[in-house]
């Protein structure tokens, strides 16, 4: 199988196969990790039909590139939905996209996996026909674990700072209800609004309340700005910051000086899975670099896994009926697996339990998942992993 991933066709149509579309970030903010993304849907496909294929189909994947923008993800699903004729979207990152896509997705009765933090993708409208599937953590569990991090790491005085769209919003919102729950309180709060060339005056709105850290709900863009005009300003101030933001391209913008010390915060994969190693093997001969670099290929990867189980599971491809196999083939109960292959053989005697790549996808009553999180930080320009936080 051949994936020219930025030209969106990918095959003609062909009897026993089930068509799947793979809706990622390639370029915008999310531009780092889709590309990984996308190939790693590809390679846990080839692995599927390696292994003869679900319920008899061979897997076809089409690719498409969100530009990490709602608008162009819209008419990248469409097409996919209306021309490609897929019958599962898998990969959308952020969750303004995942939001903007999953009314098409419910209207077509597909699946959608994302990889989005909004709370609002649990529940109706978004999940009202139990279609979405979450294999990263909600904005909710990313709170809990800034707050766990701020109060291990001694912080009294926290402030936030969140990009005016859901994910910002709801990483901010998550930590001051866990803050709160604590005894704490948050000195200052500001929503920003995106592509400004400066956020001073927001800033200094901060730096006025004199915080010990402060905590975002950010991307790489904006993240750098805000950075380099703290710095500037030279007043003390640590940071907590998601890992999609607080990532090598930060440090590599802004220079080691100026990022010293930031504390980078995101969901850790399930490293000492079975499913891991043969993620990261696919991932360093699709990529050149290991696993580690990419949590959200690692989703990709188990999203491809479980759904062609749930293909399997249900003897069909009829997405009714694959939806109602989801649960079953990742939750415990069952024989522990951790490959396509391996969940195959062990369906004919019995029920199965997906041990994933990403994290141990045990899904809940809305369809998402509670993976571990690393609490890294950033030391002479690099960012060292310290301690994993559970939630």
């Known amino acids: 199988m051949a994936l020219p991933l930025l030209s969106g066709s990918v095959f003609a149509q062909s009897e026993g196969t089930l068509r799947i579309g793979a809706l990622n970030p390639v370029t915008g903010a999310g ?34 590139d969100t530009q990490t923008d709602p608008q162009a993800a819209v008419l990248a699903a469409k097409k996919l939905i209306e021309v490609n004729e897929v019958r599962a979207l898998l990969g959308t990152w952020s969750s303004g996209i995942s939001l903007a896509v999953v009314p098409l997705t ?36 990313f709170g809990r674990a ?16 969140a990009f005016n769209n859901a994910s910002g919003i709801g990483n901010t919102e998550g930590f001051k209800k866990a803050w709160e729950a604590k005894g704490g309180e948050i000195v200052s709060s500001v929503v920003y609004e995106p592509k400004q060339t400066s956020y001073r005056s927001e800033l200094m709105q901060i730096l006025a309340a004199q915080p010990d850290v402060i905590v975002m709900g950010s991307y790489v863009g904006d993240t750098t700005i805000i950075l380099r005009e703290w710095y500037q300003t030279g007043q003390p ?3 907590i910051i998601p890992g999609w933001a607080a990532n090598s391209d930060l440090v590599a913008a802004l220079g080691p000086d100026v990022v010293e ?32 670099d990419n949590v959200y290929a690692a989703m ?68 998402d998942v509670t993976p571990d999180f690393a609490a890294s930080f950033v030391e002479d320009g690099k960012i060292n992993r310290r301690y994993i936080v559970k939630i």
Do not use: C
Request: aromatic residues 8%; proline residues 4%; negative net charge.
């Open 31 to 64: 531009g780092p990790y889709g590309e990984g993304m996308q190939k790693m849907i590809l390679a846990a496909a080839e692995a599927v039909n390696a292994a003869g294929g679900a319920a008899g189909q061979k897997i076809e994947i089409f690719a498409e």
């Open 106 to 141: 419910n209207d077509a009765g597909i699946m959608l996996m994302n990889t989005s933090g909004a709370p609002a993708l649990s529940v109706p409208p978004a999940n009202e026909k139990g279609l979405s599937y979450r294999f990263q953590a909600t904005n909710d569990r």
């Open 146 to 161: 800034f707050a766990e991090i701020a109060e291990k790491e001694g912080f009294k005085r926290p402030a936030t700072m």
């Open 237 to 239: 101030a640590k940071w």
């Open 261 to 292: 010390g930031i504390i980078s915060v995101d969901s850790v994969s399930n490293e000492e899975a079975e499913a891991y190693a043969e993620y990261d093997k696919a991932y360093q001969a699709a990529m050149g670099k290991p696993g580690s």
């Open 300 to 367: 990709t990867w188990d999203m491809m896994t479980v759904l062609a189980l749930a293909v399997e599971a249900a003897g069909t491809t009829d997405m009714a009926k694959v939806n109602e196999k989801m649960h079953e083939v990742a939750n415990p109960d069952g024989t522990k697996v951790s490959s396509f292959a391996e969940g195959k053989n062990a369906l004919k005697t019995g029920s199965i339990n997906y041990e994933g790549a990403s994290s141990v996808p045990d899904f809940d009553e809305h369809g």
